[in-house]
């Protein structure tokens, strides 16, 4: 198995951490956070009839100039109804540009614009995701996103620890925003950390096993710090495209299914960022509330209804910033014969609908066998262009 070379753990104490779930305890708690990156079409097309499915919400982050635009990106019809539904909205800036390249100006515009943008249509974010996990550590960059936002997020660790103490070697023990000397701390609310589990796929060659296998020890690794009803840690989960097959996307439909089925029958808590909250006073995050686990609706799988694209308006991108395109993959139409279709996600249209739907017809193939991802694929390359990641430069975006 190849080495994590494109991954920034630089708190890789998480090897040592157990790889399967403590026995169960009647206090055990265990939380999990998904985050859906870049606003693309096919998170609102195959993630979230599954979401719905099991009662789940997650965070979708949305690069505001990009709604709308063809080549896999959601229109602002998708994300209301993302919106409306109770999953959370946060912004991914106006065009997913590198903060730390550009002016004080420019920052303000990508920042503060784009959290302008969403309220435009309704839409209140409270967390900001910094294009390529980068600018956390920039005074700068923070105080900008401080101004706005209450909580901001970036890769790449399994763990988020809620007081900020667990990763030892950057000596913190609370979420304090800046050390003493005025830098930012490597973890806090504006650096919050999540884990990109495609990333990691593409990167190491996963098999479909070996990928739902690694899913499952990084959210059980909580049950090393979780002990009697109280959560210390938590994982938070990163998804950019979910496609049709192995090969075409990150997460491919029938591996993203096996994820939230593992989730739902192993009782974890799904929050959003937007459910954590912060302790001003002494400085450290916690969940604001938990809740129950969500009854399965009498409907699994609802449909998502396609709405017709609005156009931004107001928005005037500064010359000074540069055109940054985010690649996307496009995700397929197909359709296998001779398959038979998974039980476990029924497609149920939505009735009382007036927008047309425009689902595409597909049907997933059983696989029984792990189906390695070839070396040089094209996927691998477009999520190192999407992390900013070269050759000699493996940093995890």
Known sequence: MALLSGISYENYLLLGLPTTSTDDK????????FIFSDG??????????????????????????????KGGYMNWGDIKTLYDEGNEIGSHSMSHVRLTDLSKKSIEYEVGKSKK????????????????????????????VAKYYELATRGNDPLMF??????????????????????PTYANKYSIRNWSHDFEK??????EDQALQRF??????????????????????????IGQSKIDSGTNVDLFQKE??????????????????????????????????????????TTPTEVPTTTTTNVTTPTEVPT??????????????????????????TTNVTAPTEVPTTTTTNVTTPRMVPEGNIILEILKNLFGLEENNPTTR
């Open 26 to 33: 009647k206090d055990e708690v265990k939380v999990v956070s």
């Open 40 to 69: 693309l079409k096919s998170q609102f097309t195959y993630a979230k009839p599954i979401l719905d499915k099991y009662g789940f919400k997650g965070t979708f982050d949305v690069i505001c100039n990009n709604a709308g635009k």
């Open 117 to 144: 943008c969403l309220e435009d249509y309704g839409i209140n974010p409270v967390s900001f995701e910094y294009p390529f996990s980068e600018g956390s550590d920039n005074k700068t960059v923070v105080d900008i």
């Open 162 to 183: 809620l007081r900020c103490d667990g990763m030892a070697q950057y000596d913190q023990k609370n979420c304090k925003t800046y050390t003493d000397n005025g830098t």
């Open 202 to 207: 593409v990167e190491n060659s996963y098999s």
């Open 216 to 241: 499952i020890d990084v959210v059980n690794s909580q049950s090393k710090y979780n002990k009697d009803g109280k959560v210390e840690a938590i994982p938070i989960i990163m998804y950019h495209g």
């Open 260 to 301: 939230m089925k593992y989730i739902y029958d192993n009782k974890f808590k799904v929050i959003t960022i937007s459910q954590l909250g912060y302790d001003a006073k002494n400085n450290y995050l916690y969940i604001k509330e938990l809740g129950s686990q969500p009854e399965l609706p009498p409907t699994n799988v």
């Open 324 to 349: 940054t395109e985010v690649p996307t993959t496009e995700v397929p139409t197909t359709t296998t014969t001779n398959v038979t279709t998974p039980t476990e996600v029924p497609t149920t249209t």
